[in-house]
């Protein structure tokens, strides 16, 4: 599935991202082991606004709202029980179409979607699949005692989605 964002669409993820990103600056953090190798993985902003682009468009395709969440780092623990996306939806953005989903143990009550947008495709996002948490964290890999990662084979497809409230 793929979703184009319009401009002034583009502008409100962008400005979302660059928020998050300038809230955290200079915050401490405890990188895990998928975080440390600094060569392959984008800058903060690059990756922030591409989290928003996805996020934005997975609320546009399911016609429910994105709130463009941003927070100060003091305020994460309690933040990050908010969902991405109406009232029970995570987006998951990954910088390859063929990486696995992450899924966190405390998501099984929610509904994943993986998205994707490229370096080279700004605004324009391809929504990969989806998975409802319980199966997410029933059939992923462990990767953390927190946090496993589904196969891509084993994503649901977009188009067979029904909300569940």
């Known amino acids: 599935m793929i979703v184009q964002l319009t401009p002034w669409q583009l502008r409100w993820a962008q400005d979302a991202g660059e928020k998050r990103t300038s809230l955290n600056a200079g915050a401490k953090v405890r990188d895990k082991p998928d975080y440390m190798n600094h060569d392959v993985l984008q800058d903060d902003l690059t990756a922030n606004i ?6 934005l468009a997975v609320s546009l395709h399911l016609n429910q709202s994105w709130n463009g969440a941003y927070w100060l780092p003091s305020e994460h623990k309690q933040a990050s029980l908010a969902p991405d996306v109406g009232r029970n939806i995570e987006v998951r953005r990954v910088r390859d179409k063929k990486n696995p989903m992450p899924v966190k143990e405390s998501e099984q009550q929610c509904d994943i979607f993986q998205a994707y947008m490229g370096a080279d495709t700004l605004g324009i996002v391809e929504i990969t ?3 409802p948490g319980w199966y997410a ?5 462990q990767v953390y005692p927190e946090k496993r990662a589904l196969d891509v084979s084993l994503l649901w497809d977009v188009h067979v989605y029904e909300r569940a409230d």
Do not use: I, P, V
């Open 137 to 141: 964290w029933s059939m992923g890999k």
């Open 50 to 55: 591409a989290a928003c682009a996805c996020e």
């Open 129 to 131: 699949g989806w998975a």
